[in-house]
């Protein structure tokens, strides 16, 4: 299966980790130098450095007849823009994109995007001890709402914050996607420890999101 990955930073990366090993062929586009050399020196993957939404940067990544088109840019527009170019002009079987305006999602796949993924962010850049974790969740609501991705950032006071995975009755009906942890992105196993600033991506239901945050929050 042909993926191509364009732009994004630990997204990017963990969708190449999942991928990468597997019988694919991945063609990975970032805007961003320094992010390409990040994920080069990381994944050993080449990077081709350029805008996704212009046509030679698909066309010098080899971006043809892609089975998946994965678009993570920053701006809605971007992303849009990026997916109707590849579908419409270089044979893209399947587009998905981000937007971070919900209103968005209809709209685009009103205009022929396979499929799009709203994201809401809650306020906050920093981690604080006095934060509560609902400053510290992120959601991200797939398929019209049916599931929900939810980031949370572990703090020192955490109960769960320096127990192995294989040591946390982990409620059954949420899974840990993945853990980020100081730029690198670490895939989850029973010898994997939980430490303080993890940034965990928590897969759940809509209707068990608090039930997630309160096991996060629950302090020693």
């Given at each position: 299966m042909k993926i191509v990955i364009a732009n994004g930073t630990y997204e990017a990366e963990f969708i190449i980790k999942m991928f990468h090993k597997r019988d694919n062929q991945l063609v990975v586009i970032n805007g961003s130098k320094e992010e390409a050399d990040l994920i080069l020196k990381r994944e050993h993957i080449q990077v081709y450095v350029g805008e996704p939404w212009r046509n030679f940067v698909l066309q010098e990544s080899n971006a043809h007849d892609a089975d998946i088109f994965i678009s993570l840019c920053e701006h809605d527009s971007d992303n849009y823009a990026s997916c109707l170019l590849a579908k419409k002009c270089f044979g893209a079987k399947k587009c998905i994109c981000v937007v971070n305006n919900p209103t968005n999602v209809d709209l685009y796949k009103s205009l022929g995007i396979d499929s799009v993924i709203s994201s809401t962010y809650l306020l906050g850049q920093s981690v604080k001890s006095e934060s509560t974790v609902e400053d510290l969740m992120k959601t991200l609501s797939l398929e019209n709402n049916k599931i929900v991705i939810v980031e949370a950032v572990i703090l020192s006071k955490f109960k769960i914050a320096g127990k192995k995975l294989m040591n946390i009755a982990f409620p059954k009906y949420a899974s840990i996607s993945c853990i980020y942890r100081?730029?690198?992105?670490?895939?989850?196993?029973?010898?994997?420890?939980?430490?303080?600033?993890?940034?965990?991506?928590?897969?759940?239901?809509?209707?068990?999101q608090n039930k997630v945050m309160a096991f996060i929050e629950q302090e020693k």
């Open positions: 100081n730029g690198e992105v670490v895939i989850p196993n029973g010898q994997v420890d939980i430490r303080t600033k993890d940034k965990l991506l928590i897969t759940c239901a809509p209707e068990d």
